[in-house]
């Protein structure tokens, strides 16, 4: 009990608001003992269950309060951009409607061929849970949502010593995250949150690992936060996967979290339906919180962490979108963020190129290299098993 309460009090400190920034970490340090915590009939204590879910609603929260000009609660109090909404495949009369309620075009971008998802100010005067209600009302065949902000999955440290790949000839590989710094090589880094990759701890520690579990590996980089009070918006999220899709980068890494949403689960649809393979972290919220997303999207392959000694990690997330586990501690980071590359690198070494029937094929194959753990067969907590680094 006094680990537990050790742990717990790590846990509140971290979670200050003088630390909370746009880009959020769930800061679950690593503490002697913690599996401790695990009861022998492989549960989580409730001591531990309520305290993870609630400081992601105080990590929110703080987000919130810090940036209130640029951001507001939805409904389910996620943070979401103030005053814009995302519509994907916009007819020209819907369109048309829209405008003429008052709503403003804020930019246009093409997701795939004759797709495009347009980001709408809604009117003044009008909240944005009442401008989407609008839109969906006008267009009930429409697809419409709030600008939802994703989180990172992990505490972000920068681990040293990353051996300088990263652009050779091994496996392209996909990073949406942060930018990446110049310890680790990229084939190519964008920005999508601002005019230029602004280097972040958690997109370069998660571009380190890729290097390490895949030599030689070609990553493209999207960084989709920018350091702006707005990163790791949907909108953003949304135009990363198109570039990658764009580019035929067949198996792509995305360690971050967010509330379900309507156009980016219909972009993420529409690539797996090509053959692309989505790998993603499945959080931090502890085994009783609900699912996180894009991990828990139909055809996503969400990933889970485990210690040294192959437990999952206190604040793993647990259920149906559990695929495969790996090391989610990596000195003195931890988090789920940290073990979904290990498990991008292992498909991308066998998936060159996008194809429904190829991806497939990689992730049958990545299945059948899985030691099981847990219950015998799939389960909640490790998936089909733990998947080995290089």
């Known amino acids: 009990m006094i680990r537990v309460f050790a742990l717990l009090f790590l846990i509140f400190a971290l979670a200050a608001p003088s630390a909370v920034k746009a880009q959020l970490p769930l800061p ?52 979401i951009v103030r005053s814009q909404i995302l519509a994907l495949g916009m007819s020209e009369a819907a369109l048309a409607t829209a405008r003429a309620q008052g709503f403003e075009v804020v930019r246009s971008d093409a997701i795939d061929v ?17 401008a989407l209600r609008r839109l969906r009302e006008a267009d009930p065949q429409g697809v419409y949502d709030f600008d939802h902000l994703h989180l990172e999955s992990g505490v972000a440290l920068t681990i040293s010593g990353f051996a300088q790949s990263g652009a050779g000839n091994g496996p392209r590989i996909g990073l949406v ?33 890729i290097s390490g579990a895949a030599p030689g590996a070609r990553i493209y980089a ?23 899709a764009a580019e035929d980068v067949a198996v792509i890494n995305v360690s971050l979290v967010g509330p379900r949403n309507r156009v980016v689960e219909a972009v993420v649809a529409r690539m ?3 053959g692309f393979v989505i790998v993603a972290a499945v959080g931090n919220d502890g085994p009783a919180a609900a699912p996180l997303f894009p991990a828990s ?8 962490g485990v210690d040294a000694r192959d437990r999952v990690l206190v604040e793993a997330g647990r259920g149906a979108q559990v695929d495969f586990a ?3 501690v990596q000195g003195r980071a931890r988090g789920t963020s940290y073990a979904a590359p290990i498990v991008a690198a292992r498909i991308a070494a066998r998936l060159t190129a996008p194809g429904a029937s190829a991806a497939q094929s990689a992730i049958s194959a990545v299945r059948s290299d899985a030691r099981d ?16 680094g290089p």
């Not at 810090?66 to 389910?76: I, S, Y």
């Not at 004759?114 to 009442?130: C, K, N, Q």
Request: proline share 6%; charged share 20%.
């Open 28 to 79: 679950v340090p690593q503490v002697p003992g913690v599996g401790d915590v695990v009861t022998q009939a492989g549960q989580i204590g409730n001591q531990v269950e309520r305290p993870l879910q609630d400081l992601r609603r105080t990590q929110v929260r703080d987000l919130l309060r810090e940036h209130r000009r640029e951001l507001e609660a939805d409904p389910g109090g996620m943070p």
């Open 114 to 130: 004759g797709t495009a998802m347009v980001t709408l100010r809604a009117p003044a005067g009008i909240s944005t849970r009442r």
């Open 177 to 209: 995250d942060s930018g990446v710094n110049a310890s680790v090589r990229v084939a190519e880094q964008r920005a999508f949150a601002t005019e230029q990759p602004v280097a972040g701890p958690h997109g370069t520690t998660i571009a380190g690992l």
């Open 222 to 244: 999207a960084d989709i936060y920018g350091g702006a009070p707005t990163g790791g918006a949907a909108s953003a999220l949304a135009r990363a996967l198109a570039w990658l």
């Open 272 to 274: 797996v339906a090509r």
């Open 297 to 304: 999207y139909d055809g996503v392959v969400g990933v889970t």
């Open 326 to 328: 790996a090391i989610g």
């Open 373 to 388: 753990l847990g219950a015998r067969g799939r389960d909640d907590i490790y998936g089909y098993g733990l998947i080995s």
